[in-house]
């Protein structure tokens, strides 16, 4: 096997698992210490990097020689990875203007992914087309929605059966989409934490593979190359990331990232990762700011609330039991980042903001990650002649209520004696008075 491009490495006893052929029949995890959380390196020589950071790719696979598969042709893609990441002037200006901040800002368009549009295409295209070349033939996934609809397209396209346990609470708009594709959706009564009970029990029943979660190394290998990408498009990697978490990938992948090129390229380093979450389903923030209360005690990472069945209207972010708190909290930690909680019911007015000035339609997890922009800037967390990076990681294709709420200019009018002339300035100022109070 040692002509393998990759191998696994346990990060918790180094043990090497030779290829992803054997790590399914380890049932995914280390077979000395029983870690789920290995990671992959590659025998790849980075020096080519240079040359593919010079390109102009069509989807992450321009990565492949950094990516966990054999052989190209099972590859199952749908352009996704290679999306814009634009400068948003509208941005830039109100931090200068408001805070006396000189910054960049750039926002990374997830919602331009050609699998389902959000930031879970990269991990699926990498899944399903490891599945192919392992012959598996049935998955299962447990998800707050995005995961699951781009898994189910994916697999889908390569004849792959995917189970997906969805919580009560996840969006219509995502049942519809895998049912679509014919998928198999089982709505539990209960929240994310039971459909991930629920979803385990029936892997071990049926001996099914399972998604090992945010440290699932597909999902991981899959999501470091926005690093690369990020070197390609801003010849740079940002000082600050702001990032809607729920579990924690982003992070998790990031540092993968780094770690993985940092000697090749020695400016690469890890932003400060500003992790945002909603009001009504905030237990990361929540164990932060208990934390920073006390002054950040030995093995703080360990300490976090439970939160049952949260009632948030962002679903996918309802992650009430944040298990990967440890790792993402340490990581936050190290790179001088925070956790804030931002309010949800402004969060329309953040899209309204977004889609009059840039015409781009921002879903509901992508616009905590733009309120967690301001209230960054609000509290003095961006610096002169920093460069930051919003990824939103969504469009509103998943949230048609949400895109509802976003109706501001209708009147209901009977006859000509209702309408009045429009004044398209009076409601600029509007939008913005409701983003900045
Ligand atoms: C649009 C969007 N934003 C943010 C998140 C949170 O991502 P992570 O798993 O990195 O916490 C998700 C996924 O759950 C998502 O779909
Ligand atoms: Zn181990």
Redesign the pocket.
């Known amino acids: 096997m040692q002509n393998s491009k990759y191998y696994l490495e346990c990060t918790n006893c180094k043990r090497i698992t030779p290829d992803f052929a054997q790590w399914f029949r380890q049932n995914q995890q280390c077979p000395e210490c029983g870690s789920k959380h290995s990671e992959v390196w590659y025998r790849s020589d980075y020096g080519k990097l240079s040359a593919l950071l010079a390109g102009n790719p069509e989807s992450f696979w321009h990565y492949f020689d950094y990516l966990p598969l054999s052989d190209r042709k099972n590859i199952i893609s749908c352009n996704e990875g290679a999306i814009p990441l634009e400068r948003w002037g509208f941005l830039e200006e109100f931090a200068k203007k408001h805070y006396g901040v000189n910054c960049e800002v750039w926002v990374y368009r997830n919602d331009l992914n050609g699998g389902t549009g959000?930031?879970?295409d990269v991990a699926a295209s990498l899944a399903a087309s490891l599945f192919k070349e392992e012959g598996i033939k049935h998955y299962i996934v447990a998800s707050?929605g995005?995961?699951a609809t781009s898994y189910s397209k994916y697999l889908a396209l390569g004849g792959i059966l995917c189970s997906v346990f969805i919580p009560d609470n996840a969006l219509k708009a995502s049942e519809a989409v895998i049912s679509a594709f014919s998928q198999k959706v089982y709505r539990i009564k209960g929240d994310y934490a039971r459909a991930k009970e629920v979803a385990a029990e029936f892997a071990k029943q049926n001996n099914i593979l399972i998604s090992s979660g945010?440290i699932d190394p597909i999902r991981v290998e899959a999501k470091k190359t926005m690093v690369f990408e990020w070197l390609r498009i801003m010849k740079k990697t940002p000082d600050v990331y702001i990032?809607?978490?729920?579990?924690?990938?982003?992070p998790i992948a990031i540092d993968k990232g780094v770690r993985e090129i940092v000697n090749a390229f020695p400016q690469v380093k890890n932003p400060r990762m500003i992790m945002v979450q909603p009001d009504k389903c905030d237990p990361m923030v929540r164990a932060w700011e208990n934390a920073e209360r006390n002054n950040f005690p030995e093995g703080f990472e360990k300490d976090y609330p439970i939160l049952k069945s949260p009632q948030t209207g962002v679903p996918?972010?309802a992650t009430g039991h944040p298990a990967t708190y440890p790792l993402i909290a340490r990581l936050v930690r190290q790179t001088g980042g925070t956790f804030l909680r931002i309010s949800e019911n402004k969060l329309v007015d953040f899209a309204r903001l977004v889609a009059f000035e840039r015409k781009v339609l921002l879903?509901p997890?992508?616009a905590v990650c733009m309120a967690g922009f301001f209230k960054a800037l609000k509290e003095g967390r961006i610096n002169n002649n920093e460069t930051v990076l919003v990824n939103t990681?969504?469009g509103t294709n998943r949230a048609p209520d949400f895109l509802e709420q976003m109706i501001y200019t209708t009147d209901h009018v009977s006859g000509i004696e209702d309408c009045k002339p429009y004044d398209k300035q009076l409601i600029e100022k509007q939008l913005w008075k409701a983003v900045e109070g």
């Open positions: 959000t930031f879970k707050t995005n995961t945010n990032q809607a978490v729920s579990g924690g990938t982003g996918t972010l879903g997890a992508s990681g969504e």
